[in-house]
């Protein structure tokens, strides 16, 4: 398994600000992805960080948007960007073992106002 | 594009009574299939996988799930429930077909767990 830790855990900032999340894991794993959580509902993908690359973000997010950087095995940030209230949201680090099983930080709690 | 669905989103039930959770899938030929467990403002913890080999796969906490690749379900089952239960579960698909081994989540059930 992996544990993995994320910094903050939570943050309320001002719309037009930005925010940069940081994901750590304790183990290099193979990939790393990013995953948001609105209010009641279930887990959006983002975007998948790749190690040494640009990631390859789903459709509906932009690069623009949701910067995201993966120096290492080890260590991800996603920023967002330009903020708005509709970015209210968890945000999720997960990463994958080579056992082809995703494990998932405890999240990032953002409050835009 | 794979899609996962979770016909309950409430299961109210007493403490000690049996439960299942039921998630389905749109069809595919090869998929690894994972429930998890998040409990209130906390991180996703995985209960149970099944990636091959025997349908029935058991998990952490009593859960146990079984892969049925003719009605394409995964539903989760256990015998016993207890208050600590209590949480939201989400099952999710991940479709080899693509390659990408991001996860699709189905919309998630919230177990009750009542006294």
């Known amino acids: 398994s992996a544990v993995i830790s994320q910094k903050p855990s939570r943050d309320i900032c001002q719309r037009g600000t930005s925010l940069t999340i940081q994901c750590q894991v304790d183990?290099?794993?193979?990939?790393m992805f990013w995953y948001r959580q609105q209010p009641g509902q279930s887990l959006t993908l983002i975007a998948t960080?790749?190690?040494?690359?640009?990631?390859?973000?789903e459709s509906g997010f932009v690069i623009d948007k949701f910067p995201i950087s993966r120096p290492n095995l080890t260590f991800s940030t996603l920023t967002v960007s330009n903020m708005s209230p509709e970015d209210s949201s968890i945000y999720l680090c997960?990463?994958?073992?080579?056992?082809?099983?995703?494990?998932f930080g405890p999240g990032t709690r953002l409050l835009v106002l | 594009a794979q899609s996962v669905t979770q016909l309950d989103s409430q299961v109210p039930v007493f403490e000690e009574a049996p439960v299942e959770l039921r998630c389905n899938y749109s069809?595919?030929?090869?998929?690894?299939l994972f429930w998890y467990v998040q409990y209130p403002n906390q991180g996703l913890q995985l209960l149970l996988k099944?990636?091959?080999?025997?349908?029935l796969v058991k998990g952490i906490n009593g859960f146990e799930a079984e892969f049925n690749k003719s009605q394409t379900s995964f539903h989760l089952r256990k015998p016993s429930v207890h208050i600590s239960d209590t949480a939201e579960y989400f099952c999710?698909?991940?479709?080899?077909?693509?390659?990408?081994?991001?996860?699709?989540f189905g919309s998630g059930t919230r177990l009750q767990v009542q006294p």
């Open positions: 999710a698909v991940s479709d080899l077909r693509t390659g990408r081994r991001a996860l699709t």
């Open positions: 069809s595919s030929v090869s998929v690894y």
């Open positions: 960080a790749n190690q040494g690359s640009e990631a390859t973000y």
């Open positions: 997960s990463a994958m073992t080579g056992q082809e099983t995703q494990y």
């Open positions: 183990s290099q794993v193979t990939m």
């Open positions: 099944y990636l091959s080999g025997s349908t």
